[in-house]
Each structure stands twice: as structure tokens, then as C-alpha cells.
């Protein structure tokens, strides 16, 4: 299975763009990468999602590389409430609607 | 709409004991997921419905496991009996837009989560 890698932890300034890296160097050309992000003690929630071009919307932006093996989701102006574990998972299309889910990046907000 | 609304929160059991965790998923959405969350295993799809029907329970991790969804408004999760191992957060997560042709969750919505602690 494919597989992605994440820094475990990033910081940022308040009102500052973030960029969250993700590898994925086994991808193959029908994953689709998805974006999750946890804050504590809640559940998963939905941040974006694509398969080979990039995409905004209103959360974030997700920008993939033309190989596809990396990607970034960017977040524009970071506030206090964006501190979650951010989550980069691979979706196989024929995988019966099975995400894989890595570690994610616990991303830190400074004031 | 509410959300996914999952009860109980917390629950706490001693080892042996049945446990039914319960999920209302948002009104509308026709696939409902199971997930289970551990700090070692992270998180883990155990089983997803379409419809109320169940399409892939693979990730189930044994017989004491066991799902229902009677209604489009109504699932559970049954662990019987309980083991410690089975401390977990356990996750309900609904969608309404599911993709085409084998491919793309799209956008799942997830609970606040059950946290199982088995004594």
C-alpha cells in the first residue's frame, strides 16, 4: 500500500501561511490524497482533497506536484485555532473506500 | 444539522463486560464508517455501510465485534465480551458524497467520539 510521510511536528507564527509537507513517493496515478485535520479532543474534519491538480478552497489550498510523490497543503493565514494534527492520507481507488492514515503533523500555533 | 452525534462519550467497562457504542449519522448521508483510534495503531476503519447495508467489514478485529445499522438514522457498535486491548476512541463518520466509479471518499463527517476505557 502506499504509504505518506509527514514531519511529526511544525510551528508557526500566528497570522503567518503554513505549509505542511506530505511524501508520498509509492503513489500511484489513481490515489486521490486527502486532507483531515484533528484538533483535541475531537474527531477528524475534512479539510480538502485532489488528484492531480491543485485546489482551494475556502479552509486551505492543497497544492501537488506534477509527479505526484509530494504534496503541501498550504493554509494562508494561520490562527490559534487552526493547532490540530494534521493528516495527509492516500485513498487507492480500488480500495473499497479505505483511507490510509499516517501520524500527521502536529501543528503548533505561536501567538 | 447537528452533525454526527455519537454517545456515550466516555465509557468505562470492566473486561467482560458488552459494550454498545451508538451513532446518529447527519440526516441525509447514505454511507456510514466506523473508525477506531489508538495512540499505537492511530486511526483504523473497522467497518463501513452503504445504505444501511454493511459493504466491507475486513477491518473488524475479531468475532467479539460486531455492527448494526437498522435505520438510516441509527447505527451501533457491539463489543462482546470486552478486553482491555479494546481501549480505544471510537469514531462514526458519515458521508453523502461518495465517488463514482471506485474512488474518492469525498468528504467524510466525523463525531466527537466514544473514549472506551476497559478495566
Known amino acids: 500500500d502506499a504509504k505518506t510521510t509527514q514531519p511529526n511536528s511544525m510551528e508557526s507564527n500566528e497570522e503567518e501561511p503554513v505549509h505542511l509537507p506530505c511524501n508520498h513517493s509509492t503513489i500511484s496515478g489513481t490515489d486521490y490524497i486527502h486532507w483531515y485535520r484533528q484538533l483535541p479532543s475531537q474527531g477528524p474534519e475534512y479539510v480538502i482533497h485532489g488528484l492531480t491538480s491543485n485546489v482551494n478552497n475556502r479552509m486551505a489550498s492543497l497544492a501537488i506536484a506534477e509527479d505526484r510523490k509530494s504534496s503541501t497543503l498550504i493554509l494562508h493565514r494561520a490562527t490559534l485555532r487552526d493547532a490540530a494534527v494534521y493528516y495527509c492520507?492516500?485513498?487507492?481507488?480500488?480500495?473499497?473506500?479505505?483511507?490510509?492514515w499516517g501520524a500527521g503533523t502536529k501543528l503548533i500555533i505561536k501567538p | 444539522d447537528a452533525g454526527v452525534i455519537q454517545s456515550p462519550r466516555h465509557e468505562v467497562t470492566e473486561m467482560g463486560q458488552e459494550v454498545t457504542l451508538r451513532c446518529k449519522p447527519i440526516?441525509?448521508?447514505?454511507?456510514l464508517f466506523w473508525y477506531r483510534q489508538t495512540m499505537m495503531r492511530g486511526l483504523e476503519l473497522l467497518i463501513y455501510f452503504n445504505n444501511n447495508v454493511p459493504i466491507d467489514d475486513s477491518g473488524m478485529p475479531e468475532d467479539r465485534f460486531s455492527a448494526k445499522m437498522p435505520n438510516a438514522s441509527f447505527s451501533t457498535l457491539k463489543i462482546q465480551p470486552s478486553e482491555p486491548r479494546d481501549s480505544a476512541v471510537y469514531f462514526c463518520?458519515?458521508?453523502?458524497?461518495?465517488?463514482?466509479?471506485?474512488?474518492?471518499?469525498?468528504?467524510?463527517?466525523f463525531g466527537e467520539g466514544s473514549r472506551l476505557t476497559v478495566l
Open positions: 492520507i492516500l485513498e487507492p481507488m480500488d480500495s473499497n473506500y479505505q483511507l490510509i
Open positions: 463518520a458519515s458521508s453523502g458524497i461518495v465517488g463514482l466509479a471506485g474512488g474518492n471518499t469525498g468528504e467524510l463527517f
Open positions: 440526516s441525509g448521508h447514505d454511507y
